[in-house]
């Protein structure tokens, strides 16, 4: 590291630190739609990048990266499959769930099917999915880079990278964790540009990249070790191609044709974390312009990390691909290979100095965006679906500082799991956390489809179809870890079940689609309607109606009753808020009488509560610490509802004529590098 680099480090931190600050203090963070949805009030263009930057993260850069290292530019075809599924969700699925007035999509299964079991469940698989597949990934692969660069240890890495992730999050909400992404992407972008064009030269341009790559063998001895392992190292033939042979270990043409579309379409669709930032837009023009514009901005991965990463195994040969589990210790430290190190040794030795600092940047650029908006999406779900049933009175207030505080446990857990992604899939990354996905996301994704498309499918149904897909994907979950696949080389039998060493997890998503899917259809069609009446704007048939709907809920009841019970259908939510709210306002009362002069309580707390109430921007006068303030009646929420879906005919003619451009572009892309 030379004194440029630190400098431009340092200038970074210094404009995202203020940019953060800036945009905390404009925020209205005392509120839950403030602070978890921006006050749904986000123009195309943040709405667009955020959506990208919380996709990229640094595990993209590391893995990605990895990937084409490891097997060419296969592995591009996840980001080329987003093009389309982010043209469903805008056009699709969230007119439906912005109709629907929730914040969350466990919220909105207990809108569609009532009860409290499946919003329960949901909840906490989306929890456990952000720190299996998201924040303990992009913590690994932080740590990663900042091993290459900084030679730091990797936890005083991670928990560094933590504390500047939750200050964000913590203080601003989503509205600075937004602010924060624009600006980071422009960075991301320009950054990882420089550093594609710098790698395109040193190998010498881009078809010898493609001639070279197929060439490419470590030498036979490196760190006093015979690395040469051809049967492992050796490239294959297809390197070129994102559709392969049904039997490719990495891309299978019926797994990336099938299997991907399902999880694509769990991620941009039905993730928290993606769903978040469109339903804080202004309106459906807004959303469907960020969704395109996103769209585009997917294209980029291909060309900024794959490509880069095919660069690094020419440039850097012993180190990348080596496969002797003994050298690669040594390189790297892990047993299972170091293509992970590939962008790493980019930035590390390609970029000169100043430059270098600036791609160090970019990959901390990376990484907290990503964790921030995971951050707020796990706080947002555990406060609004969780807490509120654990605390059923929980007032405005409460919910938003246990958001907050939900956090940094968060951030613990994930922590601890860390050691987990070291060791998983031959350490490349970016297939660890696409086979996670593929064993835990498919049955979501069958139940939401049928949710918003089929007004026939019921709780009973969707309760029964989530479980039988969840016992089987949690089988090959766990098998997928006891069974350790042999390393490459070393001669001996791979002795894994054919359930695990044979089904491609792509493949495997496929057949837990279609179990929950026809489990679902089955137990509803034995089983009892719901009523029309309960379902107006809440399927994509019936988003654009005016009829208020009588909800399906259960009576207030406490988190482990709920679990196991299905629907009590009423014809109107029982107000069993109004005596505690008058206890409580008589209480406040009481308590502001007997405060010091001038009129309010909060200067009779001790000075660190009066720092956490600066900090988290909370007015201990807002109506929010009486109420749930969130919460809209029927008319308000048809009225919200009539307001989002609303497009002016010139934007929605705009909206649609870049759509269909786009859509022509993936499918371009998909033919010319098939």
């Given at each position: ?445 069958a139940i939401f489809i049928l949710a918003l498309l089929w007004e026939r499918i019921n709780e009973i149904g969707a309760f029964f179809g989530l479980m039988a897909g969840f016992i089987l994907g949690m089988i090959r979950f766990i098998m997928d870890f006891f069974f350790i696949p042999p390393p490459c080389g070393d001669g001996k039998p791979d002795l894994r079940p054919f359930f695990v060493s ?173």
């Amino acid at each position: 590291m030379y004194w440029e680099d630190i400098l431009v480090i340092a200038i970074y931190f210094f404009a995202v630190l203020a940019v953060g600050v800036w945009s905390s203090v404009k925020a209205k963070r005392d509120s839950v739609s403030g602070f978890f949805l921006a006050s749904r009030n986000m123009p195309w263009v943040l709405v667009a990048f955020s959506l990208f930057a919380s996709n990229v993260g640094s595990s993209m850069f590391i893995g990605l990266a990895g990937a084409g290292a490891s097997s060419g530019i296969g592995m591009a075809v996840f980001e080329f499959n987003a093009i389309f599924v982010l043209l469903l969700m805008g056009w699709i699925c969230l007119p439906v769930f912005m109709a629907a007035g929730v914040f969350t999509m466990p919220e909105y299964m207990q809108k569609r099917f009532g009860g409290q079991r499946i919003r329960i469940y949901l909840s906490i698989l989306y929890l456990f999915l952000c720190i299996f597949t998201k924040i303990s990934a992009d913590l690994y692969a932080g740590a990663v880079f900042i091993k290459q660069a900084f030679d730091w240890d990797l936890y005083i890495s991670v928990v560094a990278l933590l504390l500047i992730s939750a200050i964000f999050t913590i203080t601003g909400g989503l509205n600075a964790v937004i602010m924060t992404d624009f600006v980071q992407t422009i960075l991301i972008v320009g950054g990882a540009t420089g550093l594609m064009i710098l790698s395109f030269e040193k190998v010498g341009g881009y078809s010898q990249l493609i001639q070279k790559y197929k060439e490419t063998h470590p030498n036979k001895s490196y760190v006093g070790y015979d690395i040469n392992n051809e049967s492992c190292s050796k490239v294959s033939d297809d390197y070129m191609h994102i559709i392969r042979e049904p039997s490719d270990p990495v891309v299978p043409w019926p797994g990336t044709t099938f299997g991907l579309t399902i999880i694509s379409v769990w991620h941009w669709c039905f993730d928290q974390v993606f769903v978040q930032r469109l339903l804080c837009a202004k309106n459906i023009s807004h959303a469907k312009a960020g969704c395109v514009v996103a769209g585009y901005l997917k294209i980029l991965p291909m060309f900024l990390v794959v490509f880069p990463g095919m660069a690094a195994r020419i440039l850097f040969t012993d180190e990348v691909a080596c496969s002797n589990p003994e050298a690669c210790e040594v390189i790297c430290g892990s047993r299972n290979g170091c293509t992970n190190i590939a962008y790493s040794l980019l930035v590390v030795r390609l970029m000169p100095a100043g430059a270098s600092g600036l791609m160090l940047a970019v990959m901390m650029a990376a990484l907290v965006t990503s964790l921030t908006s995971v951050f707020n999406s796990s706080s947002t779900l555990f406060a609004i679906d969780i807490w509120n049933k654990i605390r059923p009175r929980a007032t405005e207030i409460e919910v938003l500082v246990v958001g907050r505080v939900f956090i940094v446990v968060h951030m613990a857990i994930s922590i601890a799991w860390i050691p987990i992604v070291k060791q998983a899939h031959s350490s490349q990354l970016f297939h660890y956390t696409q086979s996670v996905s593929s064993y835990l996301s498919p049955p979501v994704c069958a139940i939401f489809i049928l949710a918003l498309l089929w007004e026939r499918i019921n709780e009973i149904g969707a309760f029964f179809g989530l479980m039988a897909g969840f016992i089987l994907g949690m089988i090959r979950f766990i098998m997928d870890f006891f069974f350790i696949p042999p390393p490459c080389g070393d001669g001996k039998p791979d002795l894994r079940p054919f359930f695990v060493s044979k089904i491609h997890y792509l493949h495997f998503a496929i057949i837990l689609f279609v179990v929950t899917a026809i489990t679902a259809t089955v137990v509803s069609l034995l089983t009892k309607p719901i009523n029309k009446k309960h379902l107006y704007r809440l399927t994509f048939s019936t988003r654009h109606s005016t009829q208020v709907r009588a909800e399906i809920d259960l009576p207030i009841i406490t988190l482990s009753q709920s679990v196991l019970q299905g629907p009590h259908i009423t014809e109107e939510k029982q107000d069993t808020s109004t005596s505690l709210k008058t206890t409580e306002m008589k209480s406040l009362s009481h308590k502001k009488s007997r405060s010091e002069p001038g009129g309010t309580s909060k200067f009779r707390l001790p000075w660190w509560k009066r720092g956490v109430v600066f900090i988290c921007g909370i007015n201990l006068n807002h109506k929010s610490a009486q109420t749930k303030s969130w919460h809209l009646s029927s008319q308000e929420q048809i009225v919200e509802a009539e307001k989002f879906l609303s497009e002016r005919p010139l934007w929605k003619k705009v909206c649609n004529v870049n759509g269909i451009v786009l859509f022509c572009v993936g499918v371009f892309l998909y033919t010319f590098f098939a």
